[in-house]
């Protein structure tokens, strides 16, 4: 089934936040923010800016009923801020007029006074002063430091990952309303509709029921709507609150970059012990996350980096630790993946450097280590289903790796200046979200008097096509047409309490509560149905909108049953709620089953390198995927491939930018580059490989959104050995993104 959203994409008529027809009496805000990264505000004056004709109002701290607090998981977050400033870009106040460029012309003349403190940009700067979000987390599994007497080889390195840009094509943005008795309703590009919800009670002082956020979808949002839809939405409704007029509020492209966090930097230092036949026996890691000036979701980013410190592979002696380093640069966020690429990148880079120091091949190291059945991760879960080597050897039979290795030998034996090299990258990603609680989800389904059908859930449709797999459920559980599902808005007064549509989870949560309500109403309908058929209710079936008996189908329609069911005064309408089984995880241990279950996958990535420019092409990325038994092969694919662009980007050519006081250098699609249609991957196949799915993913059909971008983590490690071809003296650094620049050095390093 296609993307039920293709028509309307395609044509232009599919709508967003910023399509919206707004009431006459809108307003439109614009967020001052601060100029400086840290300091003690000594003045702000609003005058000149006030006197702008059309200016309403500007918002500040003071006019706040509720509470100036928008952290989530620690409250050390102000909407705007007090007396401090501690990022560039920090909000510090809302001006509201009649148009954006009244808004804009006021923004300059706003004068503000900051006696400038001390500027923290980078992680160990932070943990050298002892600048923290929170206490560190450590995880551990047998002995590692006894183990290292053990080895006999052990070496040590330090590993740089650098931030990413969500870059969503449609910017943060929000419509807010007020309806009778202080009611508002805020139309947001969020992930999390309850998130603002809540957020938005808080800030304003009044109870969440008089809040209802409505979610169309999203132009994308790749983690960095998860928490940061948050306050700009709340700041329209706080100007809503005293106003009583719509307020619009859209971040246009500059300011977006400025303020928003981004994925966080991470700084390590690894040391690995390996035996003689490979086997990795000790692994130690020091992850120091760049956290930004504030909580948000650092964290669970922290904690989902200890998670995947591992990857794909065993070990048994396992010692990780992450700082979360309170720095000031925008507040850093959660970015597809969510910590897991940061630790997957460290330890393919421990691995690549003693294969490096052996002179032995990368991948002898990866094959002789990955897992197996029933090995246990260093927080406790047992690996089960585990289809590591099955796609590690599927991607190497299928795509006849010999082969490939061959043909790059040869081209670089009959080619001077370009280089070719190649790597495989194996995944094991773990699904749920690590915090339990946040496993749940419900569906609320109305069938109307004429046989259609309305499906309400709490996921956010951001172009995964989730609204497709939801339509695909209820249709496939009904038996009827996709013509009679609809997929309704997310509503925070049709489905209350939700957790963001993030973690790769979506899908699965909000599938399985469609699929319970669905067949709740189904064993209403089979009664109806028997009746009028006169048969036993075990015989009968819905299928293509009618009523079969047995296999045979009756002459009995779908809507007749429905018409009928009406009469008889039943239901017609379901909720249901889905909680994951079996996970649990116990934070004083640092052990449990967090996961439903693990994603895995093998990508073989080629790249050629221009031995002159030091620029390069992604040649091909072949990939053996664990979809499960995938319910949309289309979709999924495009999941994968979208992943895979995104990964290759962070690890090669998208680089962020703050100078020494904590201003954003890369601040425009001029200095920040993601890969375009000659940098994507020349191309790209992907293999499903044949498993029997999971009972905890939706229809089998496992979780897709996130784990194939860390596939693009080979890509940094096949540039490397194409350098390596080229210059003999070349000393491998692991300090992504591995830019053109940085080739080009490389090439050339003496
Ligand atoms: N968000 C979250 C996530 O709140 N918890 C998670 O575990 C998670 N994992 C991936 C992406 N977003
Ligand atoms: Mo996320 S990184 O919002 O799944």
Redesign the pocket.
């Known amino acids: 089934m296609k993307n039920i959203d293709s028509y309307t994409h395609v044509r232009g008529e599919s709508l967003f936040v910023d399509d919206m027809i707004l009431r006459q009496d809108a307003l439109f805000g614009l967020v001052f923010d601060s100029p400086k990264a840290h300091g003690k505000i000594l003045s702000v004056d609003y005058s000149n800016a006030e006197a702008v004709e059309g200016v309403i109002k500007i918002f500040t701290y003071r006019d706040i009923v509720g509470e100036n607090q928008i952290g989530g998981i620690i409250p050390d977050e102000p909407l705007w801020a007090e007396d401090e400033v501690h990022f560039c870009g920090q909000p510090i106040a809302f001006i509201v007029a009649e148009s954006d460029a009244i808004a804009k012309k006021a923004r300059v003349l706003i004068e503000i006074e900051i006696e400038e403190l001390q500027v923290i940009t980078t992680a160990k700067e932070a943990k050298e002063k002892g600048s923290f979000i929170n206490a560190p987390r450590s995880f551990n599994l047998g002995d590692s430091q006894k183990s290292f007497a053990s080895c006999d080889y052990v070496f040590e390195g330090e590993i740089f990952s650098n931030g990413q840009e969500h870059l969503y094509l449609e910017t943060q943005g929000c419509y807010v309303e007020p309806k009778e008795n202080g009611n508002i309703k805020i139309t947001s590009s969020t992930q999390g509709p309850t998130q603002v919800q809540k957020t938005a009670a808080k800030v304003l002082g009044i109870p969440m029921h008089k809040i209802e956020v409505d979610v169309i979808r999203l132009g994308g949002g790749f983690?960095g709507k998860?928490d940061q839809a948050t306050p700009w939405a709340v700041m329209a409704a706080v100007a809503v609150q005293h106003l009583n007029r719509p307020v619009k509020f859209m971040l246009n492209r500059h300011d977006d970059l400025r303020m928003t966090g981004k994925r966080h930097p991470y700084e390590s230092t690894f040391k690995i012990g390996l035996t003689k036949d490979l086997k990795i026996k000790a692994f130690e890691v020091e992850f120091l996350q760049n956290s930004g000036a504030a909580a948000d979701?650092s964290p669970?980013i922290a904690e989902?980096t200890l998670f995947h410190a591992t990857n794909s592979y065993f070990v048994p002696n396992v010692k990780t630790t992450v700082y979360s380093c309170k720095t000031n640069l925008p507040p850093n966020t959660?970015f597809r993946?969510?910590g897991g690429p940061q630790g997957m990148f460290v330890i393919e880079s421990a691995i690549a450097k003693a294969a490096d120091e052996l002179n032995i091949d990368k991948k002898e190291i990866q094959e002789a280590n990955l897992l197996e059945e029933n090995d246990e991760f260093s927080y406790g879960q047992i690996a089960t289903e585990v289809q590591a080597k099955k796609s590690w050897f599927d991607a190497k039979e299928k795509f006849e790796l010999e082969k490939l290795e061959k043909d790059i030998v040869d081209f670089n034996t009959d080619n001077q200046l370009f280089k070719k090299g190649i790597s495989l990258m194996p995944i094991a990603f773990g699904i749920s979200?690590?915090?339990t609680p946040?496993n749940h989800a419900r569906a609320l389904i109305h069938i109307y008097q004429d046989g259609s059908v309305g499906v309400s859930t709490g996921a956010v449709e951001m172009g995964q096509s989730v609204n497709t797999k939801m339509l695909q459920i209820a249709s496939e559980v009904l038996g009827i047409s996709s013509e009679k599902v609809k997929l309704e808005s997310t509503n925070t007064t049709r489905v209350a309490n939700t957790s963001?549509s993030?973690?790769?989870s979506t899908a699965d949560l909000n599938g399985k509560a469609v699929e319970m309500a669905c067949n709740s109403l189904l064993e209403r309908l089979i009664k109806v149905a028997s009746n009028i058929t006169a048969s036993k209710d075990k015989s009968i079936t819905f299928k293509d909108d009618c009523v079969f008996t047995g296999d045979k189908k009756s002459n009995i329609t779908w809507n007749e049953v429905i018409a009928e069911a009406m009469l008889q005064r039943i239901a017609l309408t379901e909720n249901a709620h889905y909680a994951t089984p079996i996970i649990h995880f116990d934070k004083s241990k640092e052990k449990g089953h967090p996961f439903a279950y693990h994603v895995y996958g093998t990508a073989i990535t080629t790249v050629t390198v221009d031995c002159l420019r030091g620029v390069y092409e992604v040649d091909a990325v072949k990939i053996v995927h664990d979809f499960g038994k995938s319910m949309n092969i289309g979709i999924d694919i495009g999941q994968v491939e979208g992943a895979l662009a995104q990964g290759i980007g962070w690890m090669t050519l998208e680089e962020i930018a703050y100078n020494k006081d904590g201003r954003l250098l890369s601040n425009a699609l001029s200095t920040y580059k993601i890969p375009d249609v000659f940098s994507a991957a020349k191309i790209v196949e992907v293999l499903p490989l044949e498993t029997d799915g999971h009972e905890l993913a939706i229809k089998k059909s496992k979780a897709v959104g996130?784990p194939p971008l860390m596939y693009g983590i080979g890509s940094y490690f096949a540039i490397q050995n194409a350098v390596k071809a080229f210059n003999k003296n070349y000393k491998p650094t692991y300090h992504s993104p591995f830019t053109p620049e940085k080739v080009l050095m490389g090439l050339y390093e003496k």
Do not use: I, K, Q, V
């Open positions: 983690g998860e979701l669970a989902r959660a993946g969510f979200f690590t915090n946040m963001p993030a973690a790769s996130e």
